[in-house]
T-cell receptor, first 114, second 114 residues
Framework: RKEVEQDPGPFNVPEGATVAFNCTYS??????FFWYRQDCRKEPKLLMS???SGNEDGRFTAQLNRASQYISLLIRDSKLSDSATYLC???????????????FGKGTHLIIQP | GAGVSQSPSNKVTEKGKDVELRCDPI?????LYWYRQSLGQGLEFLIY????????KSGLPSDRFSAERTGGSVSTLTIQRTQQEDSAVYLC????????????FGEGSRLTVL
């Protein structure tokens, strides 16, 4: 099982719809989780951290399910500008995943259609 | 500028040549990371510098790759005897460590090896 797995998509969603996608992780000891956004041919940028209790930032809601080892991102009332690749990032306790243990998923490609 | 600066933005080289990629992190950020991203792929960790500690080189794919960080600031990634499989976008990121998992990425250096 890969350390961090995401459905690559693409997810084609009409504008205004709600879309959700998950990310699974293999290391049950993982402690911190994040969603990054990467626009086409641009650098990744931190979208939001994912807290144990779940958290919301405007139209975006992130959830963590430790028992099933996945995190989710829900986007409500999607906008054309939400079209991007969403990267799941997990920080395991060990350093084998690289610097600070941060491990990036390959991303889920989201296309919002007018 | 206030962000992470990388140069060159584009580099085309012939197989077997050496290349140097430069990263100027955000002032005051103690952590600096190099990743590479091939077309349609996720981020591959290469190397990590944190303050004066020994760098984490666990992601370097071969001994043709090396990196330095001088004076705790600017970093140079060197690829010797480039191969076609080295073609990718090389992304540098820096972090202050104040917010876990928050990396600020540069726009990347796109390397094409002919």
């Amino acid at each position: 099982r890969k350390e961090v797995e995401q459905d690559p998509g693409p997810f084609n969603v009409p504008e205004g719809a709600t879309v959700a996608f998950n990310c699974t992780y293999s290391n049950s000891a993982s402690q911190s989780f994040f969603w990054y956004r990467q626009d086409c041919r641009k650098e990744p940028k931190l979208l939001m951290s994912v807290y144990s209790s779940g958290n919301e930032d405007g139209r975006f809601t992130a959830q963590l399910n430790r028992a099933s080892q996945y995190i989710s991102l829900l986007i409500r009332d999607s906008k054309l500008s939400d079209s991007a690749t969403y990267l799941c990032v997990v920080n395991p306790r060990y350093s084998g995943g690289g610097a600070d243990g941060l491990t990036f998923g390959k991303g889920t490609h989201l296309i919002i259609q007018p | 500028g206030a962000g992470v600066s990388q140069s060159p933005s584009n580099k085309v080289t012939e197989k077997g040549k050496d290349v140097e990629l430069r990263c100027d992190p955000i002032s005051g950020h103690t952590a600096l990371y190099w990743y590479r991203q091939s077309l349609g792929q996720g981020l591959e960790f290469l190397i990590y510098f944190q303050g004066n500690s020994a760098p984490d080189k666990s992601g370097l794919p071969s001994d043709r790759f090396s990196a330095e960080r001088t004076g705790g600031s600017v970093s140079t990634l060197t690829i010797q005897r480039t191969q076609q499989e080295d073609s990718a976008v090389y992304l540098c990121a820096s972090s202050s460590g104040r917010r876990a998992g928050e990396l600020f990425f540069g726009e990347g250096s796109r390397l094409t090896v002919l």
